[in-house]
């Protein structure tokens, strides 16, 4: 069973600041998925990347095959970034084992 | 309608209560999942179906029943649960279980309180 380690756990930080979540996993995976949950528990999808880096607006992430990691960066930080974000990894066999998810990092980014 | 609905977005059951959660999806995808979100951990999976078809049950315990009666339709049916079942239990769908197709989209969960 893959364990999907984030860190930090709670990150505060200044509007504008830049801001980076880690994401480790133990086992090789097909794919890792980022999510964003906001306040009320609605789940977005943010990025799904299986080799190197991807770019959406303000949001970077990345990943590492060989060293099972991935990040996820926020530039230009604001208020309304304010979530808990998740990384989820797919097995081998895909989809079909559904996703192994991470406990998540809270992010207040304060005005 | 579009997306991944689920309802009721509420539900406060009794231990000998007997519902049903449902699910349903407008993005014409072939996967749908069942996942349950506990205060304080992970998301975890429940159920896979593909093209109707149960792919994975994550050893979860029979009073959770699952039912797919199209690609478009997934339901969850309790019976007899225990409060340490409350939780947000949450849906979502990709267009195929490999590779790119299974970006996952997700309805906005049913908060199940078990008393």
């Known amino acids: 069973k893959n364990e999907v380690e984030q860190s930090p756990q709670n990150l505060t930080a200044q509007e504008g600041e830049f801001i980076t979540i880690n994401c480790s996993y133990s086992?090789?995976?097909?794919?890792l998925h980022w999510l964003q949950q906001h306040p009320g528990g609605g789940i977005v999808s943010l990025f799904m990347?299986?080799?190197g880096k991807k770019k959406h607006g303000r949001l970077i992430a990345t990943i590492n095959i060989q060293e099972k990691h991935s990040s996820l960066h926020i530039t230009a930080s604001h208020p309304r970034d304010s979530a808990v974000y998740i990384c989820?990894?797919?097995?081998?066999?895909?989809?079909?084992?559904?996703?192994?998810f991470g406990k998540g990092t809270h992010l207040i980014i304060q005005p | 309608e579009t997306g991944v609905t689920q309802t009721p977005r509420h539900l406060v059951m009794g231990m000998t209560n007997k519902k049903s959660l449902k699910c349903e999806q407008h993005?014409?995808?072939?996967?749908m999942y069942w996942y349950k979100q506990s205060a304080k951990k992970p998301l975890e999976l429940m159920f896979v179906?593909?093209?109707?078809?149960?792919?994975e049950n994550n050893s979860v315990p029979s009073r959770f029943s699952p039912e797919c009666p199209n690609s478009s339709h997934l339901f969850l049916h309790l019976h007899t649960l225990q409060p340490e079942d409350s939780a947000l239990y949450l849906c979502?769908?990709?267009?195929?279980?490999?590779?790119?197709?299974?970006?996952?989209?997700f309805g906005p969960g049913t908060r199940l309180t078990v008393l």
């Open positions: 086992v090789g995976i097909s794919a």
């Open positions: 990347l299986s080799s």
């Open positions: 989820a990894v797919e097995g081998s066999g895909g989809g079909a084992d559904g996703l192994t």
């Open positions: 979502a769908s990709s267009q195929d279980i490999i590779g790119v197709r299974n970006e996952q989209f």
């Open positions: 179906y593909n093209f109707k078809e149960q792919t």
């Open positions: 993005l014409g995808h072939n996967a």
